[in-house]
C-alpha cells in the first residue's frame, strides 16, 4: 500500500502543470521541469551523503547551505506549476540551481573541486525546459550561465579553511564524480525529451489513425492495413476476404431520435463488432454508418459463417438506452482477393455485394458474385 500511495504521489507531482495547457508539448516541457527539479533534490541529496562519508568540515558545510535552496526551489516550481504559471516554474528551476551552486561556491567550496563548472551544465539545460517560442528566455538564462562560469572561472574565491586540507587524489575525485554527474543528468534530460517525444508522436499517429466516436480504426488505417495484407496475401498464397457492412435506416434513427442517440448505437455496435470478430481480424469506421472488414487467412464460406453470427447477434443486441431500447439490423457484403484483382477491384466487390443485400431487403449477408451492379438503394 505504502509503495503504491508513493508512485501515485510521484506520478501526480510528475503531472502537475499538464492540466494547465492542451498543448502537448507544454505538457511535455511541464514534465521536464517536474523531473529538473526531482533530480535537483536527489542530487542535492545524493553529494551530501558523499560528503558526510568524506568526513571535510568544508564539504559538509557545503551540502548543508545547499539544502534550503533545494527545498525552496522544489516548493516554489511546485506552486507555481499548480497554479498554471509554468513559464514562471522554469525560471523557479534555473535560478534555484544557480542560487544553489553558489551558495555552496561562496560559502564552503571556493573553486577548490571545481563545482562552478556546473554552469556549463545550467548553460545548456534552459534549451530542455524552455519552448522554442521562448527562446530569448532561454537564450538569457544560457548567458546568465555561461557569465557565472566565467567569473568565478577568473576570480579566486575563498573556500572554507578545512577544504585546503583535501589531498590532491580527494580533490582528482570529486572532480571526475561532478563530471560523471553532468554527464548523467544532460544524458537524462535527453533521454526523457526523446521518450517522451516518441510517445508524444506515437499517440498523435493513433489518434490519426483512430475513428473518435467509436475508437475502432479509421478509413486511413484500414487502407495501410488492407494493403498490407494484400502484399502479405500475394506473398503466402493465402486467401484474403474484404467486407463492407452498413446499418440499414440508420437515418431513420437520427430524425426519430436524434444525433446524439446515432453516436450512442455507433458506440455499442463498434463494440459488438469488436468482440464477435476473431483477434486476426479488423474492422473499422469507414464512413458515417460503414464498417469495413478485414479477414485474413479465410475461405468466403468461413467469412460468411462468421458474418452471420455476427448479423444475427447485432439484430439481437438491444441498442439506445434503458429508456429507449433499440433494436437495428446491418448489412454486410463479401469479397475474396482472387489473382487477378487490384485492391480497388475489391473493394468496389465488397460494396457491389453489400448493396445487393441492401437490393435484397437488407439484414443479410451476400457474397460477390460477378454481375452484381452497384447503385445506391
Known amino acids: 500500500m505504502l509503495y503504491q500511495r508513493t508512485k501515485q504521489s510521484l506520478i501526480a507531482f510528475m503531472q502537475e502543470g499538464c492540466q494547465h495547457t492542451a498543448d502537448p508539448s507544454l505538457q511535455r516541457k511541464a514534465v521536464q521541469v517536474n523531473i529538473g527539479v526531482l533530480m535537483m533534490q536527489a542530487t542535492v541529496l545524493v553529494f551530501l551523503l558523499f560528503f558526510l562519508g568524506v568526513g571535510n568540515e568544508g564539504l559538509i558545510l557545503s551540502g548543508l547551505v545547499q539544502i534550503p535552496w533545494s527545498l525552496a526551489t522544489l516548493v516554489a516550481v511546485n506552486r507555481a506549476q499548480h497554479a498554471g504559471h509554468l513559464n514562471l516554474a522554469r525560471w523557479f528551476l534555473l535560478l534555484g540551481v544557480m542560487a544553489d551552486a553558489a551558495s555552496a561556491l561562496m560559502l564552503a567550496q571556493g573553486q577548490v573541486i571545481g563545482i562552478h563548472f556546473y554552469y556549463l551544465l545550467f548553460a545548456i539545460v534552459p534549451t530542455v525546459f524552455f519552448p522554442a517560442s521562448k527562446w530569448r528566455e532561454a537564450l538569457l538564462l544560457s548567458g546568465l550561465n555561461l557569465a557565472m562560469f566565467a567569473f568565478f ?81 500475394r506473398r503466402e498464397d493465402s486467401p484474403l476476404i474484404v467486407g463492407m457492412l452498413d446499418v440499414d435506416h440508420f437515418k431513420r434513427i437520427n430524425d426519430a431520435y436524434g444525433h446524439p442517440m446515432g453516436d450512442h448505437v455507433l458506440r455499442l455496435l463498434a463494440q459488438v463488432l469488436s468482440e464477435q470478430l476473431r ?99
Open 153 to 233: 572561472e577568473l576570480h579566486d574565491w575563498t573556500p572554507h579553511p578545512a577544504m585546503l586540507t583535501l589531498s590532491a587524489e580527494t580533490v582528482h575525485a570529486m572532480r571526475v564524480v561532478m563530471v560523471i554527474s553532468c554527464v548523467l543528468i544532460v544524458a537524462f534530460l535527453m533521454i526523457q525529451a526523446e521518450y517522451s517525444a516518441v510517445k508524444k508522436e506515437a499517440e498523435l499517429q493513433r489518434m490519426a489513425s483512430t475513428d473518435s466516436l467509436t475508437q475502432l480504426p479509421n478509413l486511413r488505417a484500414f487502407r495501410q492495413n488492407y494493403s498490407r495484407e494484400v502484399a502479405r496475401a
Open 279 to 377: 483477434a486476426s481480424d479488423l474492422v473499422a469506421r469507414v464512413g458515417g454508418e460503414e464498417f469495413a472488414l478485414l479477414m485474413p487467412q479465410t475461405e468466403l464460406e468461413q467469412a460468411q459463417l462468421i458474418c452471420e453470427r455476427l448479423r444475427i447477434t447485432v439484430s439481437r443486441h438491444r441498442f439506445g438506452t434503458v429508456s429507449q431500447p433499440l433494436a437495428i439490423s446491418v448489412s454486410i457484403g463479401l469479397a475474396r482477393l482472387e489473382a487477378a484483382d487490384d485492391e480497388e477491384q475489391v473493394l468496389r466487390a465488397a460494396d457491389k455485394a453489400l448493396y445487393q443485400a441492401k437490393n435484397e431487403g437488407r439484414n443479410r449477408v451476400v457474397l460477390y458474385r460477378p454481375g452484381f451492379v452497384q447503385a445506391p438503394v
